[in-house]
Nanobody, 115 residues
Framework: QVQFVESGGGLVQPGGSLRLSCAASGFTFSSYAMAWYRQAPGKERELVARIGSIGVITYYVDSVKGRFTISRDNAKNTVYLQMTSLKPEDTALYYC????????WGQGTQVTVSS
């Protein structure tokens, strides 16, 4: 059974940092590109960042370029999202998933940026 367990979210002040983790299971992790998505209240879910299967190729949505870094550890079946210089507009529920593969989502981890 494919599963994604996201963690690391929390309440942080503007300008702060957080590191999200996503533990994946139920498939051959190293064979798939992975992505982080987020959904803010009242908005559609959007792709934030993606990373190739061996971690060489990455992509970021314009709004997070230079502030977020996606990485992965294939030995631990885990993908990370390091977030710095956080802004209130980064407030959302963050999810990870295999890129381009349909299926159920994890529970996500809540990130709230507020003073």
């Amino acid at each position: 059974q494919v599963q994604f367990v996201e963690s690391g979210g929390g309440l942080v002040q503007p300008g702060g940092s957080l590191r999200l983790s996503c533990a994946a299971s139920g498939f051959t992790f190293s064979s798939y590109a992975m992505a982080w998505y987020r959904q803010a209240p009242g908005k559609e879910r959007e792709l934030v960042a993606r990373i190739g299967s061996i971690g060489v190729i990455t992509y970021y949505v314009d709004s997070v370029k230079g502030r977020f870094t996606i990485s992965r550890d294939n030995a631990k079946n885990t993908v990370y999202l390091q977030m710095t210089s956080l802004k209130p507009e980064d407030t959302a529920l963050y999810y990870c998933k295999r890129l381009g593969v349909p299926g159920s989502w994890g529970q996500g981890t809540q990130v709230t940026v507020s003073s």
